[in-house]
């Protein structure tokens, strides 16, 4: 079992601490989900080379052009947003996981919808619904997010054998009267990657989304980088996290430890990697969270959309920890994730790095502030008066305070990780 307290905790120390330095930050998270119901994809026909486990499970068988405004979480400020539509067309399937017995009166699925409408993804999209696992919320994740691999992976197959199935008549024919035909013969649909979108009802706009940056993903994925995931939405403040530019100007690497949960709002994965995820799960089973078992799967193959197109919704409530719902309405929003996902970037420092020097200037600051106090309140004995700016000396000490407030706090709140499993 990986363990996630240390990287829990320092991850709530950090972002709180981050949230002062760029005036709104973000804090660990993951959706929880749970028992599977019953599939509503029809079986169909496949066969892959995966463990004889997971062969019995899955069966034989588009920045908007101009700036999108922030939502609050809201309804109708999300539906106000311009419709603009853009080709995804690089992902075989899409898949949205939901919870209905938590969302019953479906304002999650709902505002997700409505998001995944406004960029032309909705009629791509698949509902998959889940129940809460009341027993374990991290475990519930995990299983929903290997059921819609299972399901991802089946779909895949299937579409390849009935596109193959379509055409071999023909491909017979020609060879009849074609003498080079049983030369092999490359081509973009035999080599281009299969991918599918795994999305969560808990996703925002970013605020930052383009044609240009889709068309690098698609670019990336079809090149021969070795990437196994790009995530359109990641947390930043993550221990151990590194990101680093490519040679292309709108993905960056990410480099984590194995408990450093990037979250699971929006990703696109490959066929390949959809493989190694289930072969782990046929063989150890639910161990950790879906994100630290992404992580020691692919630790040098993940990459992300930069700018990430969505992110974690601020208001909407956690399935696995609601105890910091309040804290992450103040840390999660779009303007401080986008600066701070830029600071990464540009200065290519770890997380752990920019926390500790954060942490330094929270305490240089605390310390003037302090030397400050003293010195007003002494003058005050002696003059009757303070020769300083006041006004500043209380925004600096309300501002060290505060950042101290909020470090304690999410050491306080900061999640237990789970049991290991049996």
Not at 320 to 346: E, G, T, Y
Not at 401 to 415: C, H, M
Request: hydrophobic share 40%; net charge negative; aromatic share 8%.
């Amino acid at each position: 079992m990986i363990s996630t307290a240390v990287p829990s905790r320092v991850c709530m120390l950090w972002v709180a601490s981050s949230f002062i330095v760029s005036q709104n930050a973000e804090a660990f998270s993951l959706s929880g989900h749970g028992a599977v119901r019953p599939s509503t994809i029809l079986n169909r026909p496949s066969s892959f080379s995966l463990s004889a486990a997971v062969m019995e499970e899955i069966g034989t068988e588009t920045q908007l052009e101009s700036m999108l405004q922030s939502t609050n979480n809201d309804e109708r400020e999300s539906s106000s947003l311009p419709s603009t539509r853009f080709d995804w067309s690089f992902v075989e399937k899409v898949y949205l996981i939901t919870c209905p017995n938590a969302d019953p009166n479906s304002e999650r699925l709902n505002k997700a919808k409505d998001i995944l409408d406004k960029v032309g993804l909705l009629d791509q999209v698949e509902v998959k619904e889940f129940d809460t696992d009341d027993e374990d919320r991290i475990r519930g994740c995990y299983a929903s997010h290997i059921s819609v691999l299972k399901d991802g992976l089946r779909d895949i197959r299937s579409s390849t054998k009935n596109t193959k199935g379509g055409n071999d008549w023909l491909s017979s024919l020609l060879s009849m009267f074609d003498d080079e035909s049983s030369e092999p013969k490359s081509s973009e649909s035999s080599t281009k990657p299969k991918c599918i979108m795994v999305l969560e009802d808990n996703l925002e706009f970013s605020g930052s989304i383009s044609s240009e940056t889709l068309n690098s993903v698609a670019d990336y994925l079809e090149s021969d980088k070795g990437a196994d995931m790009i995530h359109l939405s990641y947390i930043p403040y993550v221990p151990n996290l590194v990101v680093s530019k490519t040679d292309d100007k709108n993905i960056v690497s990410l480099s984590t430890g194995q408990s450093s949960a990037l979250g699971t709002t929006a990703y696109v994965i490959t066929e390949k990697a959809i493989e190694t995820l289930l072969q782990e799960d046929a063989k150890n089973g639910y161990r950790a969270p879906i994100p630290d078992v992404m992580a020691e799967q692919f630790p040098e193959s993940r990459f992300s959309a930069y700018p990430t197109p969505f992110l974690r919704a601020p208001k909407t409530k956690s399935l696995i920890n609601p105890q910091l719902d309040d804290l992450r309405s103040i840390l999660f929003q779009p303007p401080a994730v986008a600066q701070f996902q830029n600071i990464l970037a540009i200065t290519g420092l770890s997380t752990n790095t920019l926390f500790f020097m954060t942490i330094g200037g929270l305490l240089g600051a605390s310390g003037i502030a302090g030397m400050g106090v003293v010195d007003a309140a002494n003058q005050m004995i002696v003059n009757g008066s303070y020769d300083g700016n006041l006004f500043l000396l209380v925004v600096n000490t309300l501002f060290t305070t505060f950042s101290l407030a909020i470090l304690a706090q999410g050491v306080l709140l900061a999640p237990k990780p789970p049991q290991d499993a049996p």
